[in-house]
Structure formats: structure tokens, C-alpha cells
């Protein structure tokens, strides 16, 4: 692999989280970062695995969640350049939460966790940036958790949809989602049948048109009216 970290550092600046350090930090993190690259279907890491640092996503994407003992899957979230996880267990030192899973060719950015400890040893008060990027999942986390509490699936669906096409407070819009139906029903514990109803009705209002594993945004004020926050 002839890239260097630093390549793709004008990539990861596009991300709220990674632009808005210091560029002393972004040095470091480029710095100590490695290149690792997954192939199809390739995990990177299991529930139950030790701590093995910070991720960015650079090429292709990461499919994030669980499966039961039954081989019932939970799908979390499907994660796109240039997104980062993994800081959980950067901060409690604790097994990994969930699997990960390369969902195409992906590529991938490592801090491996030793060298993120002794940046922290040398330099507590970047423990801050760190929790802010926590702070963004938890509070995403909370949504998802009252939204699939409170809401029925039509609007929870479209609420999704426009948290993706927002791309999760960290990049910037996007119309175009890569994101099957059976992934987006997995995501919100519906059935492929419900999924697929709400997504034809959306279609047919004109707030979005579907092609295979790809669903575009047509028109973001349907969709808010349909997520109920127009």
C-alpha cells in the first residue's frame, strides 16, 4: 500500500469531529495512525475482543452490530467515510460492545490503542476531544432509543433516513445513500415487508426514489413531514 495516513488527512478533515482538533492533535493521531485494509464480509473485530484502538473509515463501509445466539442480527448503524469509532473502549478499557464488519472493500485508518494511551498520559487534556466524540454517539444512541420507543415505524424510518442523509451530525448532506432495505429494516427491528411498504409510499409522495441498495433523497421537506419535524 503506497498511501501514507497523512494522505488522506484532507478526506478526514471533511468530518466534524477530526476538523475541529488542534492541528497539533491531528498530527499525532496521522502520525501514529496505520493503514489497514479489509476485504468483503473481513471482521475487524468481534463482541468480547480486547481494545485495539481508534478507527476511521476511508474507503467503503462498516456494517456495526450484533448477533444473537439464535442468528438473529441486530444492525446498529452502516458507517461511511469519514467516520470514526471504537473510543468506548478507549476509555474503559473494556471488551469490544459489538462486532465489525467490512460490508464491501473497505479501507480503514488505525490508532492503535498503546500509542492513544501514552498520548494521554503525556497530554491529559485531550481526554475532551475524545469524549466529544463519544458524547456524539450517545446522544444519537438516546434518539434511537426514544424514537423506537415513542414513534411508529413510518416516521421512525423516515427519521433514519434523514439522520443518514445527514450523515450522523459528522459529515455533511448527502442525497444519495447506500443502504439496502433489508439493512435499513434491520437497523430499526422492522420486517423487510414493513420496510419495503413505507419506502414505496415515501416513493410515491416523491420524497425519495428507490434503485437497488442505494435509496436517494428527492426531496428533504416530504421527508420532514413524513419523519413528523417539518
Request: aromatic share 6%; with cysteine.
Amino acid at each position: 500500500m503506497s498511501e501514507s495516513p497523512s494522505h488522506y488527512r484532507p478526506l478526514l478533515e471533511h468530518g466534524q469531529w477530526f476538523s475541529h482538533l488542534s492541528p497539533a492533535l491531528r498530527d499525532t493521531l496521522l502520525g501514529e495512525a496505520r493503514l489497514l485494509r479489509l476485504e468483503p464480509g473481513q471482521r475487524l473485530f468481534r463482541r468480547g475482543d480486547p481494545p485495539c484502538g481508534l478507527y476511521a473509515v476511508l474507503e467503503g463501509m462498516m456494517r456495526v452490530g450484533a448477533v444473537g445466539r439464535d442468528g438473529k442480527e441486530a444492525l446498529l448503524t452502516l458507517v461511511e467515510p469519514p467516520y470514526w469509532f471504537g473510543e468506548i473502549s478507549l476509555f474503559d478499557g473494556q471488551p469490544r460492545t459489538h462486532d465489525a464488519y467490512a460490508e464491501g472493500p473497505t479501507l480503514l485508518l488505525q490508532v492503535p490503542q498503546a500509542a492513544l494511551l501514552a498520548l494521554l498520559a503525556r497530554e491529559p487534556g485531550h481526554w475532551r476531544d475524545f469524549a466529544l466524540l463519544m458524547s456524539q454517539k450517545l446522544r444519537l444512541a438516546f434518539i434511537a432509543l426514544e424514537e423506537m420507543s415513542l414513534l411508529p415505524a413510518a416516521p421512525r424510518l423516515a427519521r433514519r433516513l434523514l439522520m443518514m442523509a445527514e450523515g450522523y451530525g459528522e459529515t455533511g448532506p448527502r442525497r444519495v445513500l447506500h443502504l439496502a432495505q433489508e439493512q435499513l429494516a434491520l437497523m430499526l427491528g422492522l420486517s423487510r415487508q414493513t420496510t419495503n411498504q413505507i419506502l414505496k409510499e415515501l416513493q410515491a409522495r416523491g420524497a425519495l426514489h428507490l434503485t437497488y441498495g442505494e435509496i436517494e433523497i428527492v426531496d428533504v421537506e416530504l421527508l420532514r413531514q413524513a419523519a413528523g419535524v417539518a
